[in-house]
């Protein structure tokens, strides 16, 4: 069975850091591109940051853009995402996804087809 689970979430103060992960299990990231996703109440999923495969290229939404970093462990078969300066807007359940596209760096979800269940993350004083 195919399954991504995200850990990390929580409850941080405006300018905290959190570091979430994202561990495969059933098969291995280092063949796949990966994204983290994230949703707000009332509003559409949106890409956050992706890390291809075969070269470790990375994008990053412009909203977090110098506060956030993607990274992968292959040895561990994880994806992290650090958050650095978080803010109230950044405030959603994020997600982490896989592809079978693995030169893909996308921040559209149709693009991949391996989801986890998702971690909350609350950015509040």
């Known amino acids: 069975q195919l399954q991504l689970v995200e850990s990390g979430g929580g409850l941080v103060q405006p300018g905290g850091s959190l570091r979430l992960s994202c561990t495969a299990s059933?098969?291995?990231?280092?063949?796949?591109?990966l994204g983290w996703f994230r949703q707000a109440p009332g509003r559409e999923r949106e890409g956050v940051s992706c890390?291809?495969?075969?070269?470790?290229?990375?994008g990053y939404a412009d909203s977090v853009k110098g506060r956030f970093t993607i990274s992968r462990d292959n040895a561990k078969n994880t994806v992290y995402l650090q958050m650095n300066s978080l803010r109230p807007e950044d405030t959603a359940i994020y997600y982490c996804?896989?592809?079978?596209?693995?030169?893909?760096?996308?921040?559209?979800?149709?693009?991949?087809?391996?989801w986890g269940q998702g971690t909350q993350v609350t950015v509040s004083s």
């Open positions: 996804a896989a592809t079978v596209q693995y030169d893909v760096c996308s921040g559209v979800p149709s693009e991949y087809g391996y």
């Open positions: 059933g098969f291995t990231l280092h063949y796949y591109g």
């Open positions: 890390i291809t495969s075969s070269t470790g290229s990375t």
